[in-house]
């Protein structure tokens, strides 16, 4: 690639400030293919293993080739009955009443929590929230007039009612919106959707309304009954529910799913929903066949948690301050190296020993948790795991393993 030449004031303000980043040691840049034999690639969050799965393959193909590439229009124009029967199979799955597919996770997270608040609303997140739940609360913010959002200290439910409380003594009326992860995506810990679930219910007076949001995208495939999701393992704590089909299902897309009048708000009020071209009917044909694979073909969720259980035991064994497979049962486990630079330099280590896995660095983690992240998939065999542990021990002296 030809170095970038800075001819205008506009491009060398911009180079300035990537210029800053790179000092910081927190610039972003994509990384380069490699396709060296024996490669152990822990970047992607295809934890199934299904997106090189033939039955997606043909599903997508056939589906484009007799439905066309895409859906050429708002869902709101023009509609596809294999996009609305992978939504019913979705309800049938996780036991909804209806359900809706948006092209990506990003998008829809921002239609489900940017859509629902009205004047005088309160959302509150956990701190640690994915970047697209904070945005979906600045969206609604900027437009819906008297929209407050705030957030609360990591899985802590009794400071979010506390908050809560306070906005309801100047706005008694106002509706709370509270928002978490169901397994947060940087530190694969669980959130509490039961404390949540309570503090909902304390607050659900009417006129006063109060509503729990998760983001189930690290814990669909994974978690419950048959890759269900924690909200499904708990009984459905939650009022509504955004999964994603760009992880363990293998594809891509975002859905959202709950009561039906809540999804009807969604269509009615949701801007990215309204104002964007609709997922593709070829996405939600593969998206139908990973359902079908989920069910299928279980032994994949069973082999996923033998590893995660395996890994995280002697990655804590050699000294790494990772979380205990019987309390975090998830596939994110981060090696936790402290400032950015380190990330990159245990990430650069695990790299020469053919192990791609990521430096995840602030702003996306609190300065001071710069980290090297492992996404475990059901396809590791028992060699790659003893590969994983050998050069993770290798690159980090145990006397400087940190703790989470």
Same mark, same amino acid.
């Given at each position: ?15 300035? =400030? ?34 090189? +799965? ?72 956990? !701190? ?15 437009? $819906? ?8 200290? +990591? ?7 506390? #908050? ?53 995208? +690290?814990?669909?495939?994974? #978690? ?10 708990? +009984?459905?704590?939650?009022?509504? $529910? ?23 708000? $969604? ?25 079908? /694979?989920? !069910?299928? *073909?279980?032994?994949?969720?069973? !082999?996923?948690?033998?590893? #995660?259980?395996?890994?995280?035991? !002697?990655?804590? *064994?050699?000294?790494?301050? $990772? ?15 402290? *400032? ?20 995840? =660095? ?8 710069? =980290?090297?992240?492992?996404? /475990? ?9 003893? =590969? ?17």
């Amino acid at each position: 690639m030809p170095t970038p030449r800075v001819t205008s004031p506009w491009l060398t303000r911009l180079q300035d =400030r990537l210029d800053q980043q790179a000092r910081l040691s927190l610039r972003r840049e994509l990384p380069a293919v490699d396709t060296r034999p024996g490669i152990i690639d822990l970047r992607h969050n295809d934890y199934l293993g299904l997106r090189h +799965h033939p039955a997606l393959a043909d599903a997508l193909t056939h589906a484009a080739h007799h439905h066309g590439t895409g859906s050429g229009a708002s869902r709101l124009l023009a509609d596809h009955d294999l996009i609305t029967t992978f939504e019913d199979r979705w309800c049938a799955f996780k036991g909804s009443e209806r359900a809706l597919l948006l092209p990506t996770g990003y998008m829809a997270n921002l239609a489900a929590l940017g859509s629902l608040a009205m004047p005088g609303d309160l959302i509150l997140l956990d !701190r640690l929230a994915h970047a697209s739940l904070l945005d979906a609360a600045r969206l609604a913010t900027a437009s $819906v007039p008297r929209v407050t959002w705030r957030t609360f200290p +990591h899985n802590d439910a009794s400071r979010a009612e506390a #908050i809560a409380h306070r906005h309801r003594q100047r706005h008694p009326d106002a509706a709370i919106l509270l928002a978490t992860e169901a397994v947060f995506s940087m530190d694969g810990d669980l959130g509490d959707l039961a404390a949540l679930a309570r503090v909902r219910d304390r607050l659900n007076r009417p006129p006063a309304a109060a509503c729990l949001i998760v983001d189930e995208a +690290h814990a669909t495939g994974v #978690i419950g009954p048959a890759g269900t999701g924690l909200d499904h393992a708990l +009984h459905h704590p939650a009022d509504l $529910v955004v999964a994603t089909g760009g992880k363990a299902l293998g594809v891509m897309g975002g859905i959202i799913s709950g009561p039906a009048v809540a999804i009807d708000a $969604v269509v009615n009020f949701a801007r990215p929903f309204i104002y964007s071209t609709g997922a593709m009917p070829a996405q939600a044909a593969a998206l139908t066949a990973a359902l079908d /694979l989920l !069910r299928d *073909e279980p032994q994949r969720i069973t !082999r996923l948690h033998t590893i #995660i259980t395996e890994v995280r035991a !002697r990655l804590r *064994e050699a000294g790494w301050g $990772v979380a205990d497979p019987s309390q975090v049962p998830t596939p994110v486990i981060p090696l936790i190296a402290g *400032e950015a630079e380190a990330a990159l330099e245990l990430a650069a280590a695990l790299r020469r020993h053919g192990i791609l896995a990521p430096a995840i =660095r602030p702003p996306t983690v609190p300065r001071g948790s710069a =980290r090297v992240r492992l996404s /475990l998939h059901a396809n590791l065999g028992p060699s790659e795991i003893d =590969r994983l542990i050998d050069a993770a021990n290798s690159c980090f002296p145990v006397s400087r393993h940190p703790t989470l």
